[in-house]
């Protein structure tokens, strides 16, 4: 059987050339090639050709299989792997698993999945509420969602600290995390290890002008039940998280974290992802055909693919039920435990639950310490309700809210146009009086007067 490694990707000229010769007889290969040697030299292919090419020739039994790395396919062999200290560059991706026990529900279980309780909200499909065509037309529902995730005070669970064990200890590469809590960072794994495929809510910008806002200044806005607008005078435009909505681009640095790392990686572990949305879900098979996988999680089925074009495009996914596995493992648990039970089997359960203990009593006290200060600070004590009002006009059966009180009619013109419009017409009514005795700066105040009554707080 032919070997693919020294297959080359040819001219289809240049085939029927050859098959020119073939079929005549003739001998004269030097003339077929002199006709060609004007041609363009082959190119090199790209990673991904390389990369669907390897696949191909590996699902067609092309290729020896892989060396198995693991003593025994099962969590026992992951943990041997690490306590012998032979991975070195293990790679984390994270779904919202990994934050169900801190408070924060995840998207799809049922009865608790956030996807499994917007019926008050009217929305087309569940997942417009992190659309972003559907926030620029209606924000409500997105900020009354995301209220309680900005405005509460959550603390790592142990698969955090787990994570970030496994960085202290010098053999974690990357972080990726499809979680935009910033749970990682309240954890403490160090910044440039994260990768937050979807973005963070630590910062937001305005959707018109960009002018960035602090998470601060935004939950100030939502402690008074106000969607964040933005502050400028020339500018009314809505403050967004930098969160990656749906139709929207991963940040650029994702994508040459890919390239960099997953070549690398010698041990994957996945933590609470139902791996149903791409392209992160694809990750899992960018690691090298020989590098262990394992999978902690509520359910398997989720990461098996099926479908013969999905298999082409993303991969077959994991193999933890055929013959042939040599890496993958899954364990059936809630992603604490399951860290939990890893940490134990390498010899860190001691150290796992010192470090939950002494950073969980840590941040209790910071927060208690912050409740205090704003319970002195803030004239109204924090709104525990979910509910955002608003003077926008929003479908029949979705919650009231209100704006930041600022002119709800949007201006499309800075604050310095209108400065050299009144300057225009002052100018201009001033020509017109002649030798009346109005002065010409009456018309200017006026026209100010009226600017600023304009820009007043309306109380509804």
Not at 59 to 80: C, D, F, H, W, Y
Not at 287 to 308: D, F, G
Request: glycine letters at 6%.
């Amino acid at each position: 059987m032919t070997d693919i490694k020294s297959e080359k990707i040819t001219d289809p000229e240049n085939v029927s050339n050859h098959s020119d010769i073939e079929s005549s007889g003739s001998m004269e290969l030097p003339q077929a090639v002199s006709k060609n040697k004007d041609k363009k030299p082959e190119r090199e292919l790209t990673k991904s050709e390389l990369f669907l090419r390897e696949y191909m020739a590996r699902a067609l039994g092309l290729r020896p299989p892989p060396k198995q790395i693991l003593s025994t396919v099962n969590l026992e062999g992951v943990a041997k792997l690490i306590s012998e200290g032979k991975v070195k560059k293990v790679i984390t991706m994270a779904g919202a698993g990994i934050s169900t026990s801190a408070g924060i529900p995840d998207f799809r279980s049922k009865g608790t999945g956030v996807y499994y309780n917007l019926d008050q909200f009217n929305l087309p499909d569940p997942q417009a509420l992190f659309s972003i065509s559907y926030f620029k037309e209606n924000p409500v529902p997105y900020y009354t969602v995301r209220k309680e995730l900005l405005l509460g005070n959550y603390k790592p669970t142990p698969c955090h600290y787990f994570i970030r064990m496994l960085a202290e200890k010098g053999v974690l590469l990357r972080h990726f995390t499809q979680n935009i809590d910033g749970l990682e960072r309240v954890a403490g794994i160090d910044p440039d290890l994260l990768m937050e495929a979807h973005g963070s809510n630590q910062v937001g910008h305005c959707m018109e002008c960009s002018k960035k806002y602090t998470n601060l200044w935004i939950r100030d806005c939502l402690k008074r039940d106000e969607i964040p607008k933005c502050t400028l005078e020339c500018c009314t435009g809505t403050i967004r998280p930098d969160t990656v909505f749906f139709g929207e681009p991963l940040p650029k640095r994702f994508s040459e974290l890919v390239d960099q790392d997953f070549e690398q990686c010698d041990l994957l572990i996945v933590l609470g992802t139902s791996l149903k949305v791409q392209p992160f879900a694809s990750l899992i098979i960018k690691v090298p055909e020989e590098t262990p996988r394992l999978y902690i999680n509520l359910e398997k089925n989720a990461s098996e693919a099926k479908h013969p074009l999905t298999i082409l495009v993303f991969g077959g996914g994991f193999k933890f039920d055929d013959e042939d596995n040599y890496r993958d493992v899954f364990l059936e648990s809630a992603c604490d435990d399951g860290c939990t039970r890893l940490a134990e089997l390498i010899g860190w359960k001691d150290e796992l639950t010192n470090l939950v203990a002494s950073e969980h009593a840590r941040l209790d006290k910071e927060f208690l310490e912050e409740a205090q200060k704003e319970a002195t600070e803030l004239p109204t004590q924090m709104s525990h309700q979910l509910s955002i009002k608003t003077d926008t006009k929003v479908p029949p059966n979705q919650i009231p809210m209100k704006t930041n009180p600022r002119e709800s009619p949007k201006q499309k013109t800075c604050h310095t146009e209108k400065k050299a419009e009144i300057s225009k017409a002052t100018i201009t009514s001033a020509s017109a009086s002649g030798s009346s005795n109005q002065k010409p700066g009456n018309d200017k105040k006026k026209q100010q007067t009226k600017l600023s009554t304009k820009h007043m707080k309306t109380k509804k």
